[in-house]
């Protein structure tokens, strides 16, 4: 770089090439890890006794394994609710069989095709709501499997009358091979870290399928699951609601794990474009931003910026010099060290390495690709962006 000067266009990308490496050195300090920490409940600060609704779709790899988990359950009083929307889903042989296996527990099958609405999950929601017994509701995804304390721990926090909705982070349990790595590093190194960060800088807005808890009251306040019918975000609208109400989200210090099973390419993009195409429908500001946070393609950048500088007396030039190699050495060790905190063991942080630069390309591929579209397709049915339901009244729900 022979000019005597640096265009601003080249000031404009250094300067997002730092703040990329910022935002990968937060994630690193800000992300515990995803082993979760072991809690100490106190017993007599539980709200009480519990439902768990587990709205069901089709087989999955370890559903019966999954499911199982649920039933080994430390808190003294819960329902399992398991609801399909026929009788021939596979699912439902997979609840029989957990039935017959834990016959002293109070289990239930709600096989109910019912539509309200557009979502389908919410529509089994409904279903199964009908059927709760216990003021304290806790929905989880069929693909994540507890520890024994999970309901203890993550039902606590609704003891404080002022949290309207606990919910909790999620580790990746690949069921495949290759390309479940790769979807398995999306979520280990890119979603958690980043729900971290928006925790750390004081947001709260999310709420997370992998678990959500609350009590019925705030259910009814929100207008219950009918005022999701038509959501694509369920999980988030229902915190969302809450939060309108002026209720808190808790993001528990639980970490559940949930199964990657995608074994293709084609797969594995479906899933994460539609992933980043309902974020960018909720916080378009805070999608279009998600590009600083693929690392690897900014600090490749910063590298050939740096060596396109020449050494010279041209002060513009050594200063920028000075910067590029900064923010490319403050980057790399955040991601190194990102990295090194998500890895279950040292075997694992070698072998995948060699992925982390394909799996932030591979990232910035699909966030291209989500940029645009005006729809998804979820379990085999196509949701526009903007369906109806996403916009909440508080005072209308009041009302209702």
Excluded at 81 to 98: I, K
Excluded at 189 to 203: D, I, K, M, R, T
Excluded at 267 to 284: D, Y
Aim: with cysteine; proline share 5%; aromatic share 8%.
């Amino acid at each position: 770089m022979t000019a005597h000067s640096v265009p601003l266009f080249l000031w404009l990308v250094i300067a997002l090439c730092c703040a990329a490496a910022c935002h990968a050195t937060l994630a690193a300090l800000a992300f515990p890890g995803l082993r979760g920490t072991a809690g100490t409940p106190r017993v007599g600060d539980m709200p009480g006794p519990v439902s768990v609704l587990k709205p069901l779709c089709g087989i999955e790899p370890r559903l019966y394994s999954n499911l199982q988990t649920f039933c080994t359950q430390s808190h003294p009083s819960y329902q399992l609710l398991f609801g399909v929307a026929s009788a021939d889903d596979p699912a439902a042989g997979v609840v029989e069989r957990l039935m017959r296996a834990f016959p002293n527990h109070d289990i239930e099958l709600v096989i109910d095709g019912t539509a309200h609405g557009s979502n389908r999950k919410v529509a089994n929601l409904i279903n199964l709501a009908a059927r709760a017994k216990h003021d304290v509701i806790v929905i989880a995804d069929s693909d994540i499997a507890v520890e024994p304390d999970y309901l203890v721990r993550v039902t606590e926090p609704l003891a404080d009358a002022d949290v309207g909705v606990v919910t909790c982070l999620y580790r990746a349990r690949r069921v495949g091979g290759f390309w479940s790595r790769i979807g398995a590093l999306f979520i280990d190194e890119w979603f958690a870290p980043s729900v971290h960060v928006a925790n750390v800088l004081g947001q709260n807005r999310f709420g997370f399928g992998a678990t959500l808890a609350l009590r019925r009251d705030t259910l009814a306040k929100v207008g219950g699951f009918v005022a999701l019918r038509d959501c694509l975000a369920d999980d988030y609208w229902l915190a969302e609601h809450a939060r309108a109400h002026g209720l808190r989200t808790v993001l528990s210090d639980v970490v559940v794990a949930t199964d990657v099973i995608e074994r293709d390419l084609a797969a594995l993009w479906s899933r994460e474009t539609r992933w980043l195409r309902t974020i960018r429908s909720l916080n378009p500001l805070g999608f279009a931003c998600l590009c600083l946070t693929f690392t690897t393609p900014w600090l490749l950048t910063s590298a050939l910026l740096g060596l396109g500088f020449e050494h010279g007396t041209d002060p513009a030039q050594t200063i920028a010099d000075t910067i590029v190699d900064l923010s490319t050495s403050l980057g790399l060790s955040a991601r190194l060290l990102l990295h090194a905190r998500s890895a279950r063991s040292w075997r694992a942080f070698w072998r995948d390495l060699p992925l982390i630069p394909l799996r932030d390309l591979l990232m910035w591929l699909q966030w291209l690709s989500a940029s645009f579209g005006s729809s998804v397709v979820w379990r085999g049915v196509r949701i526009p962006l903007d369906a109806p339901g996403q916009r909440y009244d508080a005072n209308a729900s009041d009302s209702q």
